[in-house]
């Protein structure tokens, strides 16, 4: 399979900082990453879609200016979660698509947020 | 809105039984049809991925299509106390759009 990684696995920060983390795809080139979140003992919720070269397509109910997506190759997107407040914590996953012998999509570790 | 239902579960079976997880969805036009394992705390594994209609096995893992039904299940055989873990089902969208569709995971415990 194809193998995601992400940075950082966890960081605690205090309200009102800016989180960036990284996704990675390392044997492959993905043209397409997604973000996703995922409360305690909920569902995963995608929040975006990442496109290299071009802007993050952004699910209903995701706010833009506070999730700031960047997808400058093609090989890196990276999610800054902008003025982090304790309600942004979470376990926000990477997934990168990928053609191997069918269309599928495989995720990264995860970066578990607390912002205190 | 499509829609991809799975009982949350959980759904306990001793070890060495044959532990059944199923799946239903909305969108008839979907084609891609994916099983995710998620462990507590970690991220989702793709376990196993099917497009046609009947049954695909891989190992201990067997998953079945139906598109009639819009049904698609999972059966794990001589199931193991590692497989405890969040099972998710996922469908990829119909109409040239990748972005597939997660359910909520049902929540297998195998028991010694």
């Known amino acids: 399979g194809a193998v995601v990684s992400q940075h950082p696995s966890r960081v605690i920060c205090k309200s009102g900082t800016s989180v960036k983390i990284e996704c990675r795809s390392l044997?492959?080139?993905?043209?397409?990453m997604f973000w996703y979140r995922q409360f305690p003992k909920k569902s995963l919720m995608l929040m975006a879609t990442s496109n290299e070269g071009s802007k993050a397509t952004y699910e209903q109910g995701v706010e833009k200016d506070k999730f700031l997506i960047n997808h400058a190759s093609l090989t890196l997107s990276t999610l800054t979660v902008t003025s982090a407040h304790p309600e942004d914590s979470s376990f926000y996953i990477c997934?990168?698509?990928?053609?191997?012998?069918?269309?599928?999509?495989?995720f990264g570790p995860g970066t578990r947020l607390t912002v205190l | 809105q499509k829609e991809v239902e799975q009982n949350s579960g959980p759904l306990s079976v001793p070890e060495g039984a044959i532990a059944s997880l199923n799946c239903t969805y909305s969108d008839r036009g979907s084609q891609s049809f994916f099983w995710y394992r998620q462990y507590s705390g970690k991220s989702p594994e793709l376990i196993m991925s099917?497009?046609?209609?009947g049954d695909k096995e891989d190992g201990r893992f067997t998953a079945q299509l139906n598109k009639a039904s819009q049904y698609v299940s999972l059966l794990i055989r001589d199931s193991q106390p590692s497989d405890s873990a969040t099972y998710l089902c996922a469908v990829g969208a119909s109409g040239g759009s990748y972005i597939p569709t997660f359910g909520r995971g049902t929540s297998l415990i195998v028991h010694p």
């Open positions: 997934s990168a698509r990928v053609y191997l012998n069918s269309d599928t999509q495989y």
């Open positions: 099917i497009y046609s209609n």
């Open positions: 044997d492959f080139q993905a043209t397409t």
